[in-house]
């Protein structure tokens, strides 16, 4: 298991370094130059120069790039160009907002999205599968930024149960976790409902019910536990694509998360700002996986067996 950790976090450091080119790489295709965003239209050229040149933006690429990296490594990650404070100063105070949209949203979907596939795969072929299979079909399809805009009319501006945008208390966050609820959930139904119906029709479950087995104990001791492992991974890839996702909720509600910072780097070129967050996010999500990866070996005896291998 050790073994399997650290080879695992060792390619870490080619998986970074790969993101670390792509991004750097379009970030200096984009027009403009950091000192004329900063400075501004206004700018006289010789100004706009300067301040490229104290930037080391006049630099060639793979010369800026390289002093990028050293500087990392070093742990320095540089200064906003925009504000002039180091650049995990401006992402760690937007970051919790982002996780705690991420966490409800995920965990709100797995509520709703576990229990209805396996109704609906219990189900199959029945009125409750098809409503559950259509309705998964058209959450999928509603965009989300359409879906944030029409709660906020009904609950905030026509019922005024809930506030429309802001983080100053728990009901602020009521919104944004229904919309990614929603969309997100389609996923979970759909998954859940094809391993478990993959899953009812194996051997073992067919001996189970043959030694007299209650069918509850069939589904939820046999079944789900070895239907849960894609869905689990499904979980995971949603949380992590979250972290860095949000963007059109957080613009809709007015959120100041780590997504609104990225777009709001990326329109002003502020370079360290948006190496440090796509670095940030890239490390966390491969932590994720990972983590997901050792959750399956308490779930599934199988992949333990692989592991001490």
Not at 172 to 200: D, F, H
Not at 206 to 213: F, S
Not at 242 to 267: C, Q, Y
């Amino acid at each position: 298991m050790t073994k399997y950790v650290w080879k695992r976090l060792l390619l870490l450091i080619p998986t970074i370094l790969g993101v670390m080119f792509i991004v750097y790489t379009i970030l200096s295709l984009t027009p403009g130059t950091p000192g004329k965003l900063i400075l501004g239209q206004s700018a006289t050229p010789e100004a706009i120069n300067q301040l490229n040149e104290e930037l080391g933006f006049n630099n060639p690429f793979l010369v800026r790039f390289f002093d990028y990296i050293v500087d990392a490594l070093h742990g320095d990650f540089g200064v906003s160009y925009n504000t002039q404070r180091p650049v995990f100063d401006e992402i760690f105070p937007r970051f919790p907002t982002t996780v705690i949209i991420a966490f409800l949203s995920v965990i709100s979907a797995a509520i709703v999205g576990i229990p209805i596939g396996i109704l609906s795969a219990v189900k199959q072929y029945s009125f409750i599968d098809g409503c559950s299979t259509t309705l998964a079909l058209f959450m999928a399809g509603i965009p989300s930024f359409w879906l944030g805009l029409m709660l906020m009319l009904v609950f905030s501006l026509q019922l005024g149960w809930l506030p429309p945008s802001g983080t100053g208390s728990w009901e602020n966050y009521v919104l944004p976790t229904l919309t990614l609820c929603i969309t997100g959930s389609a996923l979970i139904v759909r998954i859940t409902r094809t391993m478990m119906l993959e899953t009812i029709r194996q051997d073992y479950i067919r001996t189970a019910r043959a030694k007299g087995a209650s069918e509850k104990r069939v589904i939820f001791h046999h079944a789900l536990k070895n239907a849960l492992l894609p869905v689990i991974t499904s979980l995971g890839i949603q949380f992590g694509g979250m972290l860095g996702g949000t963007i059109v909720i957080e613009s809709v509600f007015s959120l100041p998360g780590l997504g609104t910072l990225i777009v709001d780097a990326i329109r002003m070129k502020d370079i360290p700002l948006v190496m440090a967050s796509v670095i940030f996010l890239a490390v966390l999500f491969c932590l994720i996986l990972l983590l997901m990866d050792l959750f399956y070996a308490f779930i599934d005896p199988r992949v333990k067996a692989q592991y001490v291998k």
